[in-house]
């Protein structure tokens, strides 16, 4: 039966798998990827029909991530970000910036990104120190933002910053080619997810009309654990269990068309048998439990936020915990970079890292499984 994740996976199977180790190797963002991606309408997956998108809902997001991922964990992250960014602007912006983006997402086939850490946060990404001057129709902006993802690529980037409200947070659209707006791609020497291009943007005396900004003055923090953070967090669950497949898949046609000179495979050693039995078994749990937490969130259940959290806590640690073993039944070759698995091992450990970190995860999960404010 076609489904909507068998369909993301035959694209990404005719346009990401032959050059993913392409771009690790050459640290490159997948460009032509994203150009595919544009014409077969993945970029407007999240609008509504209405406005000429395709009006798909979390689910879709999820096996769209997912799929992409399991081909290159750097596409898949990429991609992810536009969903979140796009899903923010559809929920919180006016008529007329979310018409503005909308026609350019579904006309010109451009997308977005997130423009939220800074070097002095972390993963508590949504606190600022981005500097704001505010004018009677414009804001003047200066400050630094670090890691961020599709650097010089997307045409808009969401940018929290101080509000002019007092203690509160604005979010902001930055579009490519704004006057003072400086990426810094040299910053950039990931361990993994080489090809995302994720780097400093200086923000030098950016003028802004008001209209950039989205939703109402100091609204930025509740965008960010409304929307923002319910689709960014299951979005990354839907990527590192696609690495979770990767692993899998590279795993086992190793191990059975590794053989010895009596003709035995190596997945024909018990040993070897518990190692692939474990990464299925940790696959299949992560896949699982990124469905339900969309599914979760299309239904809002009572426990949504503790599955969403508890799902991408689960694939983070369980991409980690299978590359590790995908590198021990892998042996020399997978030692000596012949085939994927030490790429998968590197771009796993991005999981921990990345913000919210799983640290911060396992926190907010205990909060709210205890019904406890977040964050």
Request: hydrophobic share 40%; aromatic share 10%.
């Amino acid at each position: 039966m076609t489904t909507f994740y068998n369909e993301a996976r035959e694209f990404a199977k005719k346009y990401i798998d032959p050059i993913a180790k392409e771009i690790d190797e050459q640290e490159r963002f997948p460009e032509e990827v994203f150009k595919e991606l544009g014409k077969a309408g993945y970029f407007k997956l999240m609008i509504p029909t209405e406005l000429g998108g395709l009006g798909k809902d979390m689910q879709e997001h999820a096996d769209a991530c997912r799929a992409f991922a399991k081909s290159s964990a750097t596409v898949g992250l990429c991609y992810m970000m536009h969903n979140v960014a796009l899903n923010c602007v559809l929920s919180y912006a006016d008529d007329n910036l979310k018409s503005k983006i909308c026609r350019d997402i579904v006309e010109n086939e451009k997308f977005m990104a997130l423009a939220y850490s800074e070097l002095g946060t972390g993963t508590h990404f949504y606190i600022s120190d981005v500097k704001t001057e505010f004018k009677d129709n414009s804001v003047v902006f200066n400050g630094l933002k670090s890691m961020v993802t599709s650097a010089e690529f997307a045409s808009y980037y969401l940018v929290l910053t101080p509000s002019d409200v007092e203690g509160g947070i604005d979010n902001w659209v930055f579009p490519l080619g704004s006057k003072g707006l400086e990426f810094k791609p040299s910053t950039w020497h990931g361990l993994g997810m080489r090809g995302n291009v994720s780097c400093q943007m200086a923000i030098n005396d950016v003028e802004l009309n008001k209209e950039l900004r989205i939703g109402q003055a100091g609204s930025g923090v509740d965008q960010v654990f409304t929307i923002v953070a319910t689709y960014f967090i299951t979005g990354l669950a839907a990527v590192y269990s696609g690495l979770c497949e990767a692993i899998l898949e590279e795993a086992v046609a190793h191990t059975t068309n590794r053989k010895y000179p009596d003709g035995k495979s190596l997945s024909e050693i018990e040993t070897v048998q518990i190692h692939l039995a474990k990464i299925y078994s940790q696959t299949n749990a992560a896949v699982l439990g990124t469905n339900e937490a969309a599914r979760s969130f299309l239904t809002k259940d009572a426990d949504m936020l503790a599955k969403i959290l508890s799902a991408r806590i689960f694939a983070s640690e369980a991409a980690i915990e299978l590359a590790r073993l995908g590198m021990r039944v892998g042996g020399g070759k997978a030692y000596n970079r012949v085939g994927n698995m030490e790429r998968y091992l590197r771009d796993a450990f991005a999981s921990h890292i990345m913000a919210p970190s799983v640290d911060v995860l396992t926190i907010w999960l205990g909060k709210a499984i205890t019904g406890q404010q977040l964050p």
